[in-house]
């Protein structure tokens, strides 16, 4: 207790160790992990050695340059149709939801809590070749009579889109709710018509809530491979198929690691322009 | 405080300008009906088919109306087992990680030191690195050390994606919070330890509980990770995913929509909690 009076500028070193530790034993060792995989060569029969193998990586993306712009490709169009669904969506949350604006925050949720591979494997049932969806759709000619949704690249968007779109709804929602409702008042006051004073005032102020979600949402949705695994085919395999297959199917560690690399550096490098634009005390708040 | 949407009287607006506006606001709230609606559909065939009686393995299409999944939502093979597995993982993960999260919170808001800026980043990057890079580098230390997959590993992986999570849920109360209070405390004679227990503590108890329900919920639903670290050991996402090929059996709609209630009703309580504690008036 004197000890801790004493040196006081301990007490939030302490309180830190133990969590920091864990997330430094168990998060970033394994990065470096992940680098020293990438550059080993070997099978399961011989053993895996480290030996600056290079080519992991060219043949890494030689070999799977399809798959990594197509996930890329899938993740940014998900990620501009979950923004053009959620910004009006949270709009009229945070402007018109008056009492029920907890209600309905919760309705937007209310996905995540059930098991993501339970709502995707919902989407197979909607989309399904005969269901009501692709029905309609064939109705009004949006989908040719023999065609189907279902094992398409439509199909894994929309999974994508759906699955992360809470991602991008809650910091719009912060972002939106947040705005000092008396300032579009005063916009109006000095005579800006409506379309003029959203565009003046309430878009530029929710802008850090469309960065957070933007990237909250492309990044998760660039890395996965359940919506292409249960939605589409091999045809639609983003690199998450890869990685995930190279890593449990095949044991080929040293191109599945180097595919992981090259996964984050492109995300890290949003992460750092990001941290450049917001700072991070706001990021992680 | 007056809202925005209502024209100000000292404004002239012709009737022309307002029935568009009136066009505008409905056209917004028909959109978020929709929109909601969109979000719903998915849980709704989840929770209809959790009562479909399928003819063959696949629980695609509507067959008829049965009770015979609730009455034993355990029947298939090895699905009772994957789901207490993933109970008792989703428990120590979120106690493991509950308390590091919070002691870095309560370091974060409450001092200030060396370091800040580096320990925001390492909390902030698991937030937002994909799923499937932090599973593969896990997967790549345990291969490289040789240890044996496991549940051990798979707790070890869910307390290190959690703990970002609490701290950050953790954080959000502990600002709002007024030390004045503290200081009365100590004031009247308490001492740093009753101050904390019998002030601080019951004070951000709600954040520190938001935080674990965060944890618990992120634990028990993890495909991604945990299929990277888990060996032959089977949690219910696990599951539900060996048996996707083969037709997932309609125990599965009945576990989700279990799972689905249990959170909702503690989501909706949370929410009437703040209605109630809301002064009139002052929404």
Redesign the interface.
């Known amino acids: 207790m004197s000890f801790l009076h004493r040196h006081s500028?301990l007490?939030?070193?302490l309180?830190?160790a133990?969590?920091?530790a864990?997330?430094?034993l168990?998060?970033?060792?394994?990065?470096y992990?992940?680098g020293?995989?990438s550059l080993q060569e070997g099978t399961v029969q011989v053993g895996y050695t480290f030996n600056w193998a290079w080519d992991n990586y060219s043949k890494a993306f030689s070999d799977y340059q399809a798959q990594f712009f197509r996930s890329l490709q899938y993740a940014g169009i998900a990620t501009i149709l979950a923004l053009l669904?959620?910004y009006?969506?949270t709009?009229?949350?945070a402007?018109?939801g008056?009492?029920w604006k907890?209600?309905?925050l919760?309705?937007?949720?209310?996905?995540?809590?059930?098991?993501?591979?339970?709502?995707t494997?919902?989407?197979?049932?909607?989309l399904?070749d005969?269901g009501f969806v692709v029905n309609s759709l064939q109705l009004v000619g949006l989908v040719p009579d023999d065609g189907r949704v279902l094992a398409t690249s439509t199909a894994v968007i929309a999974g994508i889109t759906?699955n992360f779109?809470p991602f991008m709804a809650l910091p719009l929602y912060v972002s939106l709710e947040q705005i000092d409702?008396?300032l579009?008042?005063a916009a109006?006051?000095l005579y800006a018509s409506?379309t003029k004073a959203f565009l003046r005032v309430t878009l530029p102020l929710s802008l850090p809530g469309v960065i957070a979600g933007t990237?909250?949402t492309f990044?998760?949705a660039?890395?996965?491979?359940?919506n292409a695994?249960?939605l589409g085919t091999p045809n639609q395999a983003m690199v998450?198929n890869v990685?995930?297959s190279k890593?449990?199917e095949i044991t080929d560690?040293g191109q599945?690691?180097a595919l992981?690399v090259i996964?984050?550096a492109v995300?890290l490098v949003l992460?750092l322009v990001y941290?450049r634009l917001l700072g991070?005390?706001r990021?992680?708040? | 405080m007056t809202t925005a949407a209502e024209p100000l009287p000292r404004r002239r607006v012709s009737p022309l300008t307002r029935a568009w506006a009136f066009v505008r606001r409905h056209t917004l709230t028909l959109f978020g009906v929709l929109a909601l609606a969109y979000l719903m559909l998915p849980i709704v065939v989840v929770i209809v088919f959790s009562f479909n009686d399928p003819a063959g393995r696949y629980n695609y299409t509507w067959e008829g109306f049965t009770t015979t999944h609730w009455t034993n939502p355990f029947g298939p093979a090895f699905l009772g087992d994957a789901v207490w597995t993933s109970i008792k993982v989703a428990i120590v993960a979120t106690i493991v990680a509950t308390v590091l999260g919070t002691l870095i919170a309560l370091a974060l808001v409450r001092y200030h030191f060396r370091g800040r800026g580096a320990t925001n980043f390492l909390i902030f990057v698991p937030l937002t690195a994909p799923e499937i890079v932090l599973g593969a580098s896990l997967l790549t230390l345990f291969l490289n050390l040789g240890a044996v997959l496991g549940i051990w590993t798979i707790i070890i992986a869910h307390i290190m994606f959690c703990i970002s999570f609490v701290v950050v849920t953790v954080r959000a109360r502990l600002v709002g919070f007024d030390r004045h209070v503290e200081e009365a405390a100590m004031d009247l004679g308490a001492n740093e330890y009753v101050t904390f227990y019998r002030i601080t503590l019951p004070l951000i108890a709600p954040g520190i509980l938001a935080g674990a329900l965060l944890a618990f919920s992120l634990s028990i639903d993890d495909f991604v990770i945990t299929s990277f670290n888990s060996g032959t050991t089977t949690t219910f996402p696990l599951f539900v995913w060996s048996t996707a090929q083969r037709g997932v059996p309609a125990e599965v709609n009945v576990i989700g929509t279990m799972i689905f209630g249990v959170a909702i009703l503690l989501m909706l309580g949370n929410v009437l909690l703040q209605y109630r504690r809301t002064p009139k008036g002052a929404a």
């Open positions: 500028w007490i939030p070193y309180l830190l133990p969590g920091l864990f997330l430094l168990f998060f970033v060792v394994p990065l992990y992940l020293y995989t669904i959620s009006p969506l709009y009229w949350i402007f018109r008056g009492r907890n209600l309905l919760l309705c937007i949720i209310a996905p995540f809590f059930v098991t993501y591979l339970i709502r494997l919902a989407w197979q049932n909607i399904a005969d759906y779109l409702k008396s579009i008042e109006k006051d409506s990237l909250l990044i998760p660039a890395g996965d491979f359940i695994e249960l998450g990685i995930q890593f449990l560690y599945a690691a992981s996964l984050m995300i992460i941290t991070t005390e990021m992680a708040g």
